[in-house]
């Protein structure tokens, strides 16, 4: 955004918001009503990929493939202050310059509140990612005969939420949109859930907003505390010695920049930095999930209609990994530089002990949930090594195993549509009779169990690698540590992984048919389009990941960059 | 010319989308499909080959050439600076030197026989489209396994090799012991694989890139700076070696080939004889890296002589190791192919057996030229992969030909065969032949590659006694190799057919025989191969060529005297074979005739214990220590936070409870009695007194409660 105002961002948040109303008013039947909310959901699709496809092509540049319509460039901060009596305010050129579309607007000044959107390349894809799955939500479970407008409407504002939490840049309102996505999940689970949907689901609003409440006396410490020094300090990046004083600010930016640079982030001490980190880290584990403050999440899953677990796994906690590379990370570097081994230990934990745990489940989608769980750790693993092949790693996970899980999650669907039942010993030689279901469940769990040439390995194998390289810190700091070698620790999850994946298709797809199914139907056409679409993307990405790895990869420079030094 | 190369890696990978997804529609057209990609990457292949050869491939002034493919990772725009991990971007390139150009051919040429051969095995069979879209998919997987630039893209070629092979071991996936094989097969090769991406971390995090040339280059400097040590590079050559102990099934993780026979025979002949075990010792001739660090050109004034070993840089250890292994599975694997009936488990066998000699020759081959240090010897290297090629003719003829055997008489037990020579008259003689070269009898191709690593062996026994023994063991093998190979043969061919109905049997079409008689040629021709290109480590070489014999220059070793010994060690053994089974001079009942003999065999059928131990070690260890968490999470980790939960709950409703009575209780009361008066008295009376006493109750006990902390605990603190 530079001369011309735009307003695309505002409109990717604005047309789910509007598709919800119109679901929830304008619509009767079921299908008008999935008519409706597919076109919202294509729409902000379709605006969310022209973006992706815009950035991509700037190349960091102000003009991509679709300029003018859109004008990339992170245009100048601005600084008010006050300086005795009198208002002052200068504008800062930011050294990243990494988001690359902003709006902001003045919302509450006197309380230093703007409505702010942008987008970097870590947000970018998942800004993708949000409105696909929601799309092929829809797609996939297209004849839901229960409140059907009630139903779309909510998965529309999950996607609107979503969006939201990934593109806020003002801390207030980035928290507000946290506690906004609760509330269509909560209903999804609470009315189209399975028997125990009560129980899950006011069980995942507790655990998620507990988290939460620990991470906004943490915003509001920031904001308090820390935000009016900053702001000082990046003043006296414009050379001018008058002494100026500051409002507290919830504009993340601000802070980004003022963190980004080793002279300006004195204002914000270790001693501050290191509770800060810890709740924010709390929060955002939780909502990853990571062992110990996981088990909202199985039974969240279990109850959860497909829609509902889909974008759960796909997106919702996806929100706890991207807290962790735009807030916890960057805000926070030297804490991060300090308590790195706390993710690595959290991260390696829910690893291991999540895939342990796989492996005895009988429901299919229990299974998958603790799936989820263990590959999330890598998000965690990716995170804590403070090198940028593994940042890029743990942040192109987020977006990789935002693709597989929704795949394994609809398969649950589509089993349960198909058979009757998700409990693994009762379905016997599928292979047989739903060929195509087969397929795709291969697909699924391979590219889940990290095989390479599908895009799970890609992600995971950059968090190894970058883990086991160490921190690019300044000079001094070996390169080599010996403690790195504990990564043996982690990697086992990827042999057990495999093996509880294994025994998952030995016992569904092989073998002869359990007669006692009955009859069964292959998957159906509209289930198949979405398949079609999602196991595209995880060949693509694993044989090309370039693409999708290019914004996951320039953000991962300027949070590499944190501890490198001058 | 070489930037064609991508159509090698296009061509199958097409044919596999096509086949895979369209397939259905032209069922009986999908072999050909499939065997035509096939051709279409042998031509280039060829091509490429025969470029190279005109480009100085024999003599070693070919230039290694590449072919971009796609970039993975993009590469740090800005200087990097020092601390930086990733130098420069994540490429996949196609490399084309000596050893790939060879394998890329032999691979491509294999792969149109043994799918040819498919088209007529598998006529009967649903489920064509699947078999041959994964066939192509495993020999795209193959092809850019040899091709590989780099750690990386090797090992993902490597997976989907793994994948495939998972696939089509489990091709009849309603047969139970085929759904299990191809879950064993997977998860073990699996734990190799796991050693091989450790290994391939630690590469990149060392050394900063994939790539083999680049890792070459920077040895040199990195080990002067003390950054890479001989221990590192031990590990390095080990954790590599981990990948191939699983994909190339040596022992300890042997154990899942022989079940991988459950998958269809030209599956077992191309997958799990002639290719993808292969690649374990592909692996190893890549690790040549570690094992044995040279110079690169430019660090020696003379061109001529580059590949001059780093000697202190040299891991002495990791190469026993692998020679150890190596020699071990050998005789290990030989000794299991004694006993068992099953046709295709005794090739089984026979494939790791003969596939730990090519580990043998790669670790005697790494000793060798290590030890000789300015001199390098490539012999050992050199051998090894002749070894790779002339195995991979004979064993896929041996499969080949036992699936002809199968398809005629449908069981895999010998016990039920016998004078099968009249019947298959083609297959008889086709077998024979590979048998001979199996069993190492000149001038069959076998002899000469496994006569030259005994060799190398032995001249390494000289500077490590150690490698005496394994020479011993080399020797054992090659006796047994004979004896099992030819009571293969006069089981299935010789003496009478003790199958049911023997009107049935016939020889397989010509589609099958076909294949069969060209591997023939093949395992014959091979193994003189190096009398056209002046000596095989003229062409496949480590470091630099050597145009005589590879034995030529020993100095410990009068060749000729072990060429006598392999030979006689491969005749007695065709020997006992022939008096026990064929002229039954000797009784087979003689190997079970004595307590201990009986329990050797019955040792020997049951695979000396390995599988069940691998069985309740792997599975039931695994299962008990994910039942034990699985009931943690349940119990503890929810129980705590439903015991939570319960706790909160239980101080809400007593906090509620609490204000009902008391708090609410007094207002109320206090209300009531102004509006109600004498009615208070009587509430009082009726029963309401004990609440009151319970609050003064309580309230007595916080008194006491503060006296106790102000008396008792507040001084343990130092306090008052």
């Avoid at chain 1, 129980?199 to 820390?226: D, E, P, Q, R, W």
């Avoid at chain 2, 390494?460 to 394994?470: I, K, V």
Wanted: with cysteine.
């Amino acid at each position: 955004m530079a001369e011309t105002a735009q307003y695309w961002l505002t409109l990717l948040i604005a047309i789910p918001a509007v598709g919800f109303i119109v679901t929830l008013v304008a619509t009767k039947t079921l299908r008008h009503a999935r008519a409706v909310a597919l076109a919202f959901s294509l729409a902000q699709l379709v605006l969310a990929s022209l973006l992706l496809l815009d950035w991509l092509t700037a190349g960091g540049g102000s003009q991509g493939a679709l300029y003018p319509l859109f004008e990339a460039g992170d245009p100048p901060l601005t600084l008010a202050g006050t300086s005795g009596d009198t208002a002052v305010e200068a504008t800062l050129v930011p050294r990243s310059g990494d988001f690359a579309y902003l709006e902001s607007y003045e919302w509450v000044p006197r309380l230093g509140m703007r409505f702010q959107l942008g987008v970097d390349g870590l947000s970018l894809p998942l800004v993708f990612l949000t409105p696909l799955l929601v799309t092929l939500s829809i797609v996939f479970q297209w004849d839901e005969k229960h409140r059907s407008k009630e139903f779309y409407a909510l998965l529309l504002l999950m996607g609107a939420t979503v969006a939201g939490v990934f593109m806020a840049l003002d801390f207030f309102l980035f928290a507000i949109f946290w506690e906004l996505v609760l509330i269509p999940m909560f209903l999804l689970i609470g009315i189209w859930g399975g028997p125990r949907k009560r129980y899950a689901a006011i069980k995942f609003l507790i655990y998620t907003h507990v988290g939460f409440a620990i991470m906004l006396l943490s915003i509001f410490a920031v904001y308090l505390n820390v935000t009016p020094g900053l702001q000082a300090s990046l003043w006296a990046r414009t050379g001018d010695p008058t002494t100026v004083t500051f409002r507290p600010t919830f504009d993340m930016r601000i802070i980004l920049e003022a963190m980004g640079d080793p002279l300006t982030r004195g204002a914000f001490v270790l001693s501050l930095q290191i509770p800060a980190f810890i709740a924010f880290f709390f929060g955002f584990g939780v909502k990853l999930p990571m062992v110990p403050f996981h088990t909202w999440l199985p039974d969240a899953h279990v109850e959860a209609p497909t829609a509902g677990s889909v974008l759960l796994a796909g997106v919702l906690l996806k929100m706890g990994g991207y807290g962790i590379f735009r807030v916890a990370l960057p805000m926070m570097p030297d804490a991060a530089r300090e308590l790195w081994w706390v993710l690595a230990v959290f991260g390696s934990v829910s690893m291991i002990y999540a895939s342990f745990v796989c492996l005895p489940q009988v429901d299919l989608k229990r299974l998958i949930a603790y799936s989820s769980i263990g590959h999330m750790g890598f998000v965690l693993l990716g995170a804590s090594s403070l090198n940028r092949v593994g940042i890029a790693g743990g942040a192109f996970q987020l977006f990789n195993h935002g693709l597989i899980t929704a795949v394994l999650f609809m398969l649950a669907g589509s089993v349960k549509h198909a058979t009757g039942t998700r409990d693994i010993p009762d379905l016997r030689g599928l292979a047989t009779k739903l060929p195509m279901f087969s397929l795709v469940l291969i697909i699924g769990t391979l590219a889940s169990l990290g095989l390479p040439g599908l895009n799970g390995f890609v992600s995971e194998f950059m968090v190894f690698a970058g883990f086991y390289s160490g921190p690019e810190l300044p000079a001094g700091a070996a390169p080599l540590l010996p403690w790195r070698a504990l990564i043996i620790i982690p990697l086992l999850a990827v042999a057990i992984t495999g093996a509880y994946y294994l025994w998952m298709l030995h016992r569904m797809l092989f073998g002869t048919f359990n007669a006692a199914l009955g009859e069964v139907h292959d998957l159906p056409r509209h289930e198949l389009a979405a398949y079609l679409v999602l196991c595209g993307l995880i060949v693509w990405v694993g044989l090309y990941p370039t693409l999708f790895l290019e914004p996951f990869w320039r953000a991962s420079e300027g949070l590499a960059g944190l501890w490198r030094g001058p | 010319m070489f930037e064609l190369g991508w159509i090698i890696l296009a061509a199958p990978l097409l044919a596999f989308l096509v086949v895979g997804l369209f397939g259905r529609w032209f069922k009986e057209y999908c072999g050909w499909v499939v065997v035509g990609s096939f051709v279409a990457a042998f031509a280039v292949s060829l091509l490429l080959l025969v470029t190279g050869l005109q480009g100085g491939m024999i003599g070693g002034t070919f230039e290694t050439q590449h072919a971009p493919l796609v970039v993975w990772v993009p590469g740090v725009d800005v200087d990097p600076g020092p601390n930086v991990t990733l130098q420069g971007e994540i490429a996949f390139r196609m490399q084309f030197d000596n050893l790939s150009l060879v394998m890329l051919t032999l691979v491509s040429f294999l792969a149109i026989l043994i799918a040819t051969y498919s088209v007529g095995y598998m006529a009967h069979e649903e489920g064509k489209p699947r078999f041959f879209a994964e066939i192509a998919l495993f020999v795209t997987g193959m092809l850019g396994t040899v091709s590989a630039d780099n750690f990386l893209q090797l090992l993902i070629f490597w997976e989907i090799m793994g994948l495939c092979s998972y696939l089509l071991i489990g091709f009849w996936y309603h047969k139970p012991e085929a759904a299990s094989a191809a879950k064993k097969a997977f998860m073990v090769t699996r734990i190799g694989d796991l050693l091989f991406l450790v290994g391939v971390i630690a590469i990149f995090a060392i050394f900063g890139t994939f790539e083999f040339e680049k890792i070459r280059e920077e040895m040199p400097a990195l080990g002067l700076a003390g950054s890479v040590t001989p221990e590192l590079l031990g590990l390095l050559a080990l954790l590599l070696f981990g990948g191939a102990v699983g994909k190339s099934a040596q022992f300890p993780l042997h154990f899942w080939l022989p079940d991988a026979m459950e998958g269809p025979t030209p599956v077992s002949a191309l997958i799990h004889a002639a290719t993808m075990v292969k690649a374990g010792v592909f692996l190893v001739a890549k690790s040549f890296l570690f094992l044995v660090p040279t110079y690169p050109h430019e660090y020696l004034p003379d061109p001529s002589v580059a590949g001059h070993v780093i000697e202190y840089l040299v891991p002495w250890n990791a190469i026993l190791v692998v020679a150890a292994i190596g020699g071990f599975t050998a005789i290990f694997a030989a000794s299991m192919a004694l006993a068992h009936y099953d046709i295709k488990r005794v090739l089984a066998y026979s494939t790791i057996s003969q596939l730990a000699y090519m580990i043998l020759g790669l670790g005697a081959g790494a000793w060798l030229m290590a030890h000789a240090g300015g001199d390098p010897q490539t012999a050992g290297y050199t051998a090894a992969l002749f070894h790779l090629m002339n195995h991979a003719f004979f064993k896929a003829l041996l499969f080949l030909a036992a699936g002809s055997v199968i398809h005629a008489v449908h069981t895999n037990d010998m016990r039920s065969m016998g004078g099968l020579r009249k019947h298959l008259p083609w297959t008889y003689r086709t077998m024979l032949i590979g048998s001979l070269a199996l069993a190492g009898i000149p001038p069959l191709s076998g002899f000469w590659s496994k006569d030259e690593i005994l060799a190398v062996t032995f001249e390494n026994g000289a500077s490590h006694p150690g490698f005496y023994l394994l020479y011993v063991f080399g020797i054992l093998t090659a006796f047994m190799t004979a004896f099992y190979s030819f009571r293969l043969i006069f089981m299935t061919f010789h003496g009478e057919y003790r199958g049911a109905h023997p009107e049935k049997l016939h020889e397989s079409p010509w589609v099958m025989v076909g294949p069969l008689v060209v591997l023939m040629g093949f395992s014959v021709l091979s193994g003189i191969l190096p009398f056209f290109t002046n000596g095989w480590g003229n062409l496949v070489f480590y470091g630099h060529p050597h145009a005589e014999f590879p034995t030529e220059p020993f100095t410990h070793v009068t060749t000729l005297v072990l060429a006598v010994i392999s030979i006689l060690a491969a005749v007695g053994g065709v020997v006992l074979a022939y008096l026990v089974y064929d002229k039954r001079r000797i009784p087979a009942a003689v190997f079970t005739a004595t307590e201990s003999r009986r329990g050797m065999h019955t040792a020997l059928l049951n695979r000396y214990y390995i599988d069940p131990a691998a069985d309740r070690v792997g599975r039931d260890g695994y299962l008990w220590i994910a039942r034990g968490l699985d009931w943690l999470d349940r119990k503890v980790v929810d129980g705590a936070v439903n015991g939570l939960a319960w706790l909160g709950e239980a101080t809400a409703r007593a906090s509620d409870w609490f204000d009902r009575t008391y708090i609410d209780g007094v207002v109320n009361r206090v209300s009531l009695d102004t509006i109600r008066g004498s009615l208070t008295l009587r509430r009082i009376q009726t029963g309401r007194v004990q609440n009151y006493g319970g609050m003064i109750a309580i309230g007595m006990a916080l008194l006491i409660l503060a006296v106790f902390i102000a008396k008792v605990v507040a001084p343990l603190f130092g306090g008052g």
